[in-house]
């Protein structure tokens, strides 16, 4: 039997609800199904994602993918925390397809994380892969452990960022990117 099948009736007896009851019968199951899609941020490389989709390009202005959705599960409750990244870098000779970004994002998402850590991730792999002048990622989320637990604030929202290079020393291009950033929220 799958440990995590066997980990969610007990957890089931646990709260006190009956694991052979016709609703739930097929629970454990399915919440193994699902943890492991959550969290298979683990086991996807980044070199894997990237796939190669790196080119020297002559091309020195922002690039910025915005309004990227992203799902996590808080690892201190593991509850989940969703909303939207937005990634910019500013090229130094190579640029990556417009596609990975998302996806890297993806991969950290996908793993028991801290909105903080999950943004200065994604900035840093950015970074390691393109050597550009500058990084910058904006995340925006709702925690369900402040909405439903804890504090109960319904319409609070965390927002993280990591600004790397020229957006950290030169406050017109951070400001630049944030412009971006508001005007795509519109």
Known sequence: MDPIVGLTKSLLTEVGEDPDREGLQRTPLRVAQSLRFLTQGYSQDIETIINGAIYEEDYDEMVS??????????????LPFFGQCHVAYIPDGKIIGLGKIPRIVDVFARRLQLQERLTNQIAQTIQEQLNPRGVAVVMEA??????????????????????????????RTRMEFMELIRSSSR
Do not use: P
Request: glycine share 6%; aromatic share 6%.
């Open 65 to 78: 993918v915005q309004n990227i959705e992203f799902y996590s599960l808080c690892e201190h409750h593991l």
């Open 142 to 171: 709702e925690h369900l452990c402040m909405m439903m637990r804890g504090v109960e604030k319904q319409h609070s929202k965390t927002k993280t960022s990591a600004m790397l290079g020229g957006f950290r020393k030169d406050r």
